[in-house]
């Protein structure tokens, strides 16, 4: 069973940078990409971005000037910063693990989210 | 990026109906689409991927379905454990879209 344990700062101030930490029980980032996807109140899910186990990013063209997404391998850590934080970042944070499977009929990757931390309530306000 | 879209928002429902949530995204995304269920306070959880392939250890009552714009998630008989929100999410291009969710509630 793998499980993800998310922490950091849930009260920020307008312009200060959100630094969220994710710890995955399992001990390999190999074979899978890992996410970290916000939920407000006002923009419903959204997908911040990922990184693979080689540390390529894929981010969120409407985040991606103020994000880093990295991992820590020596840690089984997985990190997030998003820096000149606004009220609009105001959200719940989860980090997850997305999964390739490959549909052998049809030939086809798919990819889905399996597995979720516990999520971190992130409260920006002056 | 791709506009996913759920109806109803919201649903009221009794133990033991047959229920049916319906999902349409903005362009063709063949089966790259996901179910999940999130209970308040609580992730995500995976119900269903590919569009109609039930994740391993979930009860066979849940079911998708479609391809190309249109699908559905399907609870064939509601039992009390299932009144949650549900949301869509695509997986054929990034950056990864969700819907907005369908709030299941007890009639």
């Known amino acids: 069973q793998v499980q993800l344990q998310q922490w950091g700062a849930g009260l920020l101030k307008p312009s200060e940078t959100l630094s969220l930490a994710c710890s995955v029980s399992t001990g390999s980032f190999s074979g899978y990409d890992w996410s970290w996807i916000r939920q407000s109140p006002g923009k419903g899910l959204e997908w911040i971005g990922d990184i693979n186990h080689f540390g390529d990013t894929n981010y969120n063209p409407s985040l991606k000037s103020r994000v880093t997404i990295s991992l820590d391998r020596s840690k089984n850590q997985l990190s997030l910063n998003l820096k000149s934080v606004t009220a609009a970042d105001t959200a719940v944070y989860y980090c997850a693990r997305e999964v390739l499977w490959f549909r052998e009929l049809l030939y086809q990757n798919h990819y889905y989210f399996d597995y979720w931390g516990q999520g971190t309530l992130v409260t920006v306000s002056s | 990026d791709i506009q996913m879209t759920q109806s109803p928002s919201s649903l009221s429902a009794s133990v033991g109906d047959r229920v049916t949530i319906t999902c349409r995204a903005s362009q063709n995304i063949n089966t790259y689409l996901n179910w999940y269920q999130q209970k308040p306070g609580k992730a995500p959880k995976l119900l269903i991927y590919?569009?109609?392939t039930l994740q391993s250890g979930l009860p066979s009552r849940f079911s998708g379905g479609g391809s190309g714009t249109d699908f559905t998630l399907t609870i064939s008989s509601l039992q009390p454990e299932d009144f949650a929100t549900y949301f869509c999410q695509q997986s054929y291009s990034s950056p990864r879209t969700f819907g907005q969710g369908t709030r299941l509630e007890i009639k």
């Open positions: 590919a569009a109609s």
